[in-house]
């Protein structure tokens, strides 16, 4: 028992920080909806990441070939995962690049006060894609990391948890700090660069991508206290 304790609790913070890419992006999502329906936006989404986990480690046998090369091109081996990951690329590029220009360059409409509506199903079915992405990601990185599948079950369950609680506050930061969601978006970019790369085999640390994360963060938060103090 204790010589799983130590890989269930690196899987769970592994699977935390892979999260906090897909917390990020439904609370963006959700603040597109009406107050009452974007805590159903966020449950819905962190619960379908949930099934589709543990739907994937039901057939682990199947993910374990999506590692496996399908096809050889321009000298790069192709495998199911890659194009996964290709595909979730461009989609996240695609979306955040997308929310970015709307938030600073998109002309303001003639009644500022009127917010265009979005369709629940359809803000649900992008965050499906996205869990898709995500998920396949995450198990096949999990069945590198252990061999006890009550492990991953564990670790999946777990940090499902740990998003839960922590999807209302940090949608609410990032509501309350228009700064933050730009940056916010800035990181779901990186992370679609991230998994284009890894989809055609070219694989940037993780750690570089989170560090920057964490340093870009970091700056902002210090910038945003000064000007409170200037202004004070």
């Known amino acids: 028992m204790m010589d799983s304790l130590i ?15 897909n917390i990020i992006f439904i609370s963006i999502l959700a603040d597109k909806l009406p107050e009452a329906e974007r805590n159903k936006l966020r ?15 039901a ?11 399908l096809f050889r091109a321009f000298e790069i081996d192709f495998s199911g995962k890659g194009l996964i990951l ?6 996240l590029i695609y979306k955040s690049t997308k929310e970015i220009y709307l938030k600073t360059e998109m002309v ?10 979005h ?3 359809k803000l649900l079915t992008e965050v499906i894609i996205l869990d898709l992405v995500f998920s396949v990601d995450s198990i096949i990185t999990a069945v590198g990391m252990v061999e006890e599948l009550w492990v991953m079950y564990t670790a999946v369950v777990v940090t499902v948890i740990i998003m839960l609680i922590a999807a209302k506050p940090i949608s609410e930061f990032i509501q309350k700090h228009p700064s933050f969601k730009i940056l916010a978006l800035s990181f779901l970019m ?19 991508i989170y560090f920057s994360m964490a340093f870009a963060f970091l700056v902002d ?11 004070a």
């Open 119 to 121: 369709s629940f199903s």
């Open 43 to 57: 449950y819905w989404g962190i619960g379908l990441a949930m099934a589709m986990r543990l739907c994937l480690l």
């Open 59 to 69: 057939i682990i046998s199947w993910i374990l070939k999506l590692d496996q090369t």
């Open 221 to 231: 938060i210090i910038q945003m206290k000064t000007v409170k103090q200037n202004t």
């Open 108 to 117: 303001k409409a003639e009644n500022p006060t009127s917010t265009p509506k």
């Open 7 to 21: 890989p269930l609790l690196s899987l769970i913070a592994l699977e935390v920080i892979l999260g906090i890419d």
């Open 190 to 208: 990186m992370i679609g660069v991230s998994l284009l790369a890894e989809g055609f085999s070219f694989e940037i640390p993780k750690g570089y």
């Open 86 to 91: 290709i595909l979730g690329g461009l989609f």
